[in-house]
T-cell receptor
């Protein structure tokens, strides 16, 4: 069974710190990976996608992919209280489907 | 990013009635859409894959006769919860992948269903 695993948290970081969110996946056939942010009571919002080994930066966010280790991470620099949310990691599957991890709850404390 | 809309955003219905939820891709065509359900403090659960021009594919344990899916056009999929019961109360979210070949999926804002 194809799985994406995340620590449920909560991960608590002080405002201004770097938040590091991690994800592992079991399906070596997965080629595309995504990070979604979900605020309580809202639907997930795509914040990063990554397809190649290495780092991809977009503003305060950096996604990292290591296919050999089957590991995906998301770094959030200068964390803000507004970043407090649940972060979902997802990997692609057959037929455009995504397999989601259970999500990591991030709390950024002022 | 691409825009997906859902209607209604919330609905309250009585037990035994049916509720239809619409999912539209506003600025792209989607031959495939996905329907998820999410209970409070739980992760997304994929219910079914909606396919334009063919039958939906349901995940194991999801009753296809209870959750009717119709992918009427390249921009519209509907989910009808038939004979709703209180245990069907949940947050229903659709998503659609863009056609860029990279499987980026965009979610609708969700529909909160409460069955009384």
């Amino acid at each position: 069974q194809k799985e994406v695993e995340q620590n449920s948290g909560p991960l608590s970081v002080p405002e201004g710190a770097i938040a590091s969110l991690n994800c592992t996946y079991s399906d070596r056939g997965s080629q595309s990976f995504f990070w979604y942010r979900q605020y309580s009571g809202k639907s997930p919002e795509l914040i990063m996608s990554i397809y190649s080994n290495g780092d991809k930066e977009d503003g305060r966010f950096t996604a990292q992919l290591n296919k050999a280790s089957q590991y995906v991470s998301l770094l959030i620099r200068d964390s803000q209280p507004s970043d407090s949310a649940t972060y979902l990691c997802a990997g692609d599957n057959a037929g455009n489907m995504l397999t989601f991890g259970g999500g990591t709850r991030l709390m950024v404390k002022p | 990013g691409a825009v997906v809309s859902q209607h209604p955003s919330w609905v309250i219905c009585k037990s035994g009635t049916s509720v239809k939820i619409e999912c539209r891709s506003l600025d792209f065509q989607a031959t495939t859409m996905f329907w998820y359900r999410q209970f409070p403090k739980q992760s997304l659960m994929l219910m079914a894959t909606s396919n334009e021009g063919s039958k939906a594919t349901y995940e194991q344990g999801v009753e296809k006769d209870k959750f009717l899916i119709n992918h009427a056009s390249l921009t519209l999929s509907t989910l009808t919860v038939t004979s709703a019961h209180p245990e069907d109360s949940s947050f229903y979210i659709c998503s659609a992948p863009t056609s860029g070949g990279r499987d980026e999926q965009y979610f609708g804002p969700g529909t909160r269903l409460t069955v009384t």
